[in-house]
């Protein structure tokens, strides 16, 4: 069983910023790529930041040089800083990781999901 908890999303005004968590735990054996995704409401879910385990990064256009993906590998936990914040950032953000299991099988999990509200 592999669980990744969020945290860290709220309420906070445009120009704010925000710090989102996400720990992976269970029967994990190793994990490749983490990442960031978002979904608005009547929107579909989309890309913002992924993560390698080497540390190599991937941005949405949309969000390049206000967030900044990080991951601490001893902790199985990947951060996302959100500075200068827009109304249009606000959606739910997802936490994914792909990984291989106790059982050396190659699955992707999804987080529970952190609201994110940014008031104009």
């Known amino acids: 069983q592999v669980q990744l908890v969020e945290s860290g999303g709220g309420l906070v005004q445009a120009g704010g910023s925000l710090r989102l968590s996400c720990a992976a735990s269970?029967?994990?054996?190793?994990?490749?790529?983490m990442g960031w995704y978002r979904q608005a409401p009547g929107k579909q879910r989309e890309l913002v930041a992924t993560?390698?385990?080497?540390?190599?990064?991937n941005y949405a256009d949309s969000v390049k040089g206000r967030f900044t993906i990080s991951r601490d590998n001893a902790k199985n936990t990947v951060y996302l800083q959100m500075n200068s914040l827009k109304p249009e950032d606000t959606a739910v953000y997802y936490c994914n990781a792909n990984l291989y299991d106790s059982t050396w099988r190659f699955l992707g999990y999804w987080g529970q999901g952190t609201q994110v509200t940014v008031s104009s």
């Open positions: 993560i390698t385990s080497g540390g190599s990064t």
């Open positions: 269970g029967s994990i054996f190793s994990i490749s790529a």
